[in-house]
């Protein structure tokens, strides 16, 4: 190495020194023996106050180890209150005589009555915390988030990893739209301020053991506010339109020599195009996908043909037009919703018009109209009948 290598290196070297040693002490620093490891957070209202119910992970200490039963919950769950966010947090501290640190957090659950009032000045309020993740889960309770908090889930090391997977799986197959602190944070710093999130419902069973959860829909809102709920159908509508879905299973029953038929549909690409009319937009949007036959049973025992499976192609295909369709017209026409963020696609390609006419996008939501089309090739057809 030469010398003035090195000598570069020994500045570099003190330079990184002084900025970390420098600057050490304008953090408070904690041990971690002195926190409160913070899972999962559940936001509900009651009696005019904030409720945090929070999930924190516990590990049993044995023999100097940390002890982890994946059988068991490993958590522990604390409640505070306050007028405010800030105050009903930092009584974290009061509660457990240990600081709550929430880098670890999966998701966050809004109480239906919370997320009814208004949801921007909880969602600024973990924007702005240097501890929150971009990539925490956001989900409404169907019903009060303790109880999501509180749901004894057991397949995982913590009950929160069973939710965080849930909401993985379910934008896989076509049946959660999924939203982190990120996304929504984007959507609201928009001019066109819409945002969705899922709608879990906690079912609790008699057994512990037998509690699981699901998504029951999509919660639409707007400017802060919530506006409605959508169904799963709309849901997957509106994902084919929007997000990526790896698979969907699609049904096709009784039609021609077809008795049964599921296909495993794979999107490819979805693309958008509009057209102003009269002053109005139109979109039109345009599915590829590939798929593969999962499940195939023919009347009286026939065996498959190539027109069958075009006719399975061709109804898939149309019912995948028609959910996208079906969730334009309630989301866009019937909420002024716009999480499929069209605006952006007339700011883009539709300048002039959008200058004009971005004042009135809401009015105009109501009045565009959308139109589907959709494309599928079964690439796999290897079952007996």
């Known amino acids: 190495m030469t010398k003035n290598k090195l000598k570069s290196l020994f500045f570099l070297l003190l330079s990184t020194a002084v900025f970390v040693f420098g600057f050490s002490g304008c ?10 490891l913070i899972q999962a957070i ?26 982890i039963d994946s059988s068991k919950s490993n958590t522990k769950i604390i409640t505070v209150y306050g007028k405010t ?12 005589g240990k600081t709550a640190f929430y880098g670890q957090n999966k998701y966050i659950a809004i109480g239906r009555e919370a997320a009814k009032e208004d949801i921007s000045r909880i969602l600024a309020f973990f924007n702005s915390n240097n501890q929150a993740r971009a990539g925490t889960d956001i989900i409404m309770a169907d019903g009060e988030a303790a109880e999501i908090i509180e749901l004894k889930l057991v397949e995982n090391i913590t009950s929160s990893l069973s939710v965080r997977h849930m909401l993985e799986n379910g934008l896989v197959n076509g049946k959660i739209f999924r939203a982190t602190l990120l996304d929504m944070d984007t959507a609201a710093e928009s001019s066109i301020s819409s945002l969705a999130m899922p709608v879990i419902t906690p079912v609790k069973a008699e057994n512990e053991i037998d ?9 639409l809102f707007k ?17 084919w339109a929007t997000r990526d879905i790896d698979s969907s299973i699609v049904a096709y029953i009784d039609s021609g020599d077809v008795d049964i038929a599921a ?35 023919l009347k009286d025992n026939k065996t498959a043909h190539a027109e069958d499976i075009h006719n399975i192609e061709t109804y898939v295909a149309e019912m995948i037009a028609q959910e996208m369709e079906e969730a334009f017209d309630v989301i866009v026409r019937q909420h002024r919703c716009d999480v499929f963020r069209l ?22 939501m109501a009045l565009s109209t959308c139109d589907a089309e959709a494309a599928l090739t079964i690439k796999r057809f290897d079952l007996k009948n």
């Open 343 to 364: 605006y952006e696609w007339l700011k883009k390609n539709e300048k002039e018009f959008w200058q004009q006419n971005s004042g009135n996008w809401e009015q105009l």
């Open 211 to 219: 509690n699981t959860l699901y998504a029951s829909g999509t919660a």
């Open 27 to 36: 953090l408070k620093s904690y041990e971690l023996k002195e926190r409160v």
């Open 263 to 297: 296909v495993e549909v794979d999107k490819l690409s979805i693309d958008i195009d509009a057209q102003i009319v009269d002053g109005i937009p139109h979109f039109k949007f345009y599915l590829k996908a590939n798929g593969s036959l999962t499940e195939l049973l």
């Open 85 to 96: 966010i800030s105050e009903a947090l930092d009584n974290v501290a009061l509660v457990q």
């Open 223 to 239: 400017d802060g506010k919530y506006v409605a709920e959508i169904n799963p159908i709309l849901t997957r509508g509106l994902l």
């Open 42 to 67: 559940g936001i509900d209202k009651s009696d005019g106050l904030y409720k945090f119910s929070l999930q924190s992970f516990i590990a049993e200490e044995t023999g100097g180890r940390t002890g």
